[in-house]
């Protein structure tokens, strides 16, 4: 199987190559957070579920280390998750599928409301972490304002807006889907 760099932008993507990985024997060790490299650990080849969070640091603990803040660890631990490694802004958590006997359980947010948040958290980092390229466009050589800058800079502009445009859509999709 065909080793791949962790995709920040497709979680869902990334917990089914997770547990590809660990049903051919390959259990996550970590993620790089500088290369997106994940390193793997022989194991014995059996069914996982994995799922990736997007950590927030509870108001008990002040820091970004998920593995130093005991009021989220307990929260997911309680309910038999282990965590297996972090990558900022993701916590990565895995259980056996034994030990799901319903559906829900094998999701870390079950409720309409808990998944609605979790996706408006995953859709504003999306925003935020690409709201560089147009900041750039518009500081790239101010000091020359030639038609074919303004041009540029407006198709950077546009295509932005157009991903912030994709992404409100989807969340009001869901929300839609939620309420019904």
């Known amino acids: 199987m065909k080793r791949q760099k962790f995709n920040k932008f497709s979680p869902s993507q990334m917990e089914v190559y997770f547990y590809r990985m660990h049903l051919s024997g390959q259990a996550v060790k970590q993620v790089s957070s500088w290369s997106g490299r994940v390193e793997f650990v022989a194991c014995k080849p059996e069914e996982m579920v994995y799922r990736l969070d997007f950590y927030q640091p509870s108001k008990k603990e002040v820091g970004f280390f998920p593995e130093y803040d005991d009021h989220y660890l307990s929260f ?105």
Not at 83 to 103: D, N
Request: glycine share 4%.
């Open 76 to 180: 997911f631990q309680d309910t038999g998750w282990e965590m297996v490694c972090a990558v900022s802004p993701y916590v990565v958590w895995r259980k056996p599928v034994e030990a799901v006997s319903l559906p829900d359980e094998a999701l870390l947010y079950n409720d309409r409301e808990s998944l609605y948040q979790y996706q408006k958290k995953l859709v504003t980092y999306r925003i935020l972490s690409t709201a560089i390229f147009p900041l750039l466009a518009l500081t790239w050589r101010i000091t020359e304002w030639k038609w074919q800058h303004i041009a540029w800079n407006g198709m950077i502009l546009l295509v932005w807006l157009g991903f912030v445009g994709y992404q409100g859509w989807t969340l009001s999709q869901l929300k839609k889907e939620l309420i019904r």
